[in-house]
């Protein structure tokens, strides 16, 4: 089976090494990562991932934050699979992403099984 790949979409870099260390274990290859949402876009458009990870509250870059990340990148691509990581207290903007087009989300802190699962089904669903 092709290695699925996926853009880490984060402005924590730490954050970034644990999705890719978690995500490169499991057999995904890592096409590219960005440290704001306009950067996330642009790599998005440019690189074509089969998955996005990205977090909600970023800082804002040219009036973009996560929101309008996922729009954009819905908008360029409504096919896009989109998994929104965010902190507990963010659930408002979970919601407005996930009817904006994302496909699912990922509470911090997280385990690996946990990220996994959720990408794993994202995954499968496009194969139905």
């Given amino acids: 089976m092709e ?6 979409v ?3 870099l730490f954050m970034r090494n644990l999705i890719r260390d978690i995500l490169v274990k499991a057999g995904f290859e890592i096409c590219g990562e960005a440290s704001n949402a ?3 876009v642009q790599k998005y458009k440019e690189l074509k991932p089969d998955l996005v990870t990205l977090d909600i509250v970023m800082p804002m870059m040219e009036e973009m934050d996560g929101i309008s990340a996922v729009r954009e990148i819905i908008t360029f691509d409504p ?4 998994v929104i990581i ?3 207290g963010d659930r408002r903007l979970v919601q407005e992403a996930l009817a904006y ?4 989300f990922v509470i911090k802190p997280f385990t690996a099984e946990k990220l996994l699962e959720v990408i794993k089904k994202i995954i499968s669903s496009e194969n139905k």
């Fill in 101 to 104: 087009g994302a496909k699912d």
């Fill in 79 to 82: 096919e896009a699979k989109i």
């Fill in 86 to 88: 965010s902190a507990l």
């Fill in 10 to 12: 984060d402005d924590a």
């Fill in 38 to 40: 306009l950067e996330g």
């Fill in 3 to 8: 290695k699925k790949r996926v853009l880490i």
